[in-house]
C-alpha cells in the first residue's frame, strides 16, 4: 500500500488558497479546458513523510513509529503548530513542472516534526523519501501545458498571498490510490 503522513489545513484556508488560484493562469487555463492538473482543494496537505509502497504486514510498525513521534513531539516541545499559506514558487522544467504554495508561521516545529517521523521510520526500518524535508503545499503540475512564462507570472503573483492562519495539532497516517483521479484514504491519527 502507497502511505504518506500528512498534516491536513482546514476548510477555509484551502478555500481561500483556491480563490488564489482561480484568479492565477493556471486557475484561467483550467477553466478554459487545459488540464493543468490542478491539486483537488479537498486532498490539499503538507505532507511530512512519503512512504511510498509498504507491505500491509508493516503497518502497525508505521503506526508504531507515527505514535512515538507524535508523543515525542508532544513531550518535548508540544503545542499545535500556528501556520499559515503563504508565498510561494515552482519545482522543475518543463513537463515536470509543479506550482505550490509556501507555508509559514512555525516552520521551525513543522520541520522538527518531520525530523522526529524520519528518524522514528529509519529506526523501524520502514522506506521514506530521503529528500530534504520543504514545507510547501502543490497547487498544480502544469508541466509544459502552458507556457513557462505563464507559471513564472503565477509564481510571481503568489508572492504576494498570504492565507489566513491556522492551527496543526493533528498528524495524519494517508494511503493514496494513484491515477487519473486519485482517492486517499485516512488511516490514522495523533495529536500534536
Known amino acids: 500500500m502507497r502511505l504518506f503522513v ?3 489545513p482546514p ?9 488564489q488560484v482561480a484568479r492565477l493562469r493556471i486557475g484561467a487555463a ?5 488540464n493543468v492538473r490542478l491539486a483537488d482543494p479537498a486532498h490539499a496537505h503538507l505532507t511530512l513523510a512519503f512512504l511510498g509502497d509498504v507491505e500491509e504486514s508493516r503497518l502497525v510498525d508505521v503506526e508504531s513509529a507515527l505514535g512515538l513521534a507524535a508523543e515525542t513531539y508532544r513531550n518535548g516541545r508540544g ?3 500556528r501556520l499559515r499559506l503563504s508565498g510561494g514558487g515552482s519545482f522543475g522544467r518543463g513537463r515536470f513542472t509543479v506550482l505550490w ?15 522526529l517521523i524520519r528518524i522514528g ?3 523501524a526500518r520502514l522506506p521514506y523519501d530521503e529528500k530534504p524535508f520543504r514545507a510547501h503545499l502543490t497547487i498544480a503540475r502544469p508541466g509544459d501545458r502552458i507556457d513557462r512564462a505563464e507559471i513564472l507570472a503565477d509564481r510571481e503573483a503568489l508572492h504576494d498571498y498570504a492565507g489566513p492562519e491556522w492551527t496543526a495539532d493533528e ?5 493514496s490510490h494513484p491515477g ?10 495523533w495529536p500534536i
Open 180 to 189: 487519473p483521479e486519485p482517492t486517499y484514504d485516512r488511516l490514522a491519527a
Open 101 to 115: 504554495v509556501d507555508v509559514r508561521g512555525d516552520t521551525d516545529g513543522l520541520a522538527t516534526l518531520a525530523r
Open 11 to 19: 476548510r477555509p484556508a484551502v478555500d481561500d488558497l483556491a480563490a
Open 171 to 175: 498528524l495524519v497516517l494517508v494511503r
Open 121 to 123: 521510520l529509519r529506526r
Open 30 to 34: 483550467s477553466a478554459a479546458g487545459t
Open 79 to 81: 503545542g499545535a503548530l
Open 6 to 8: 500528512a498534516v491536513y
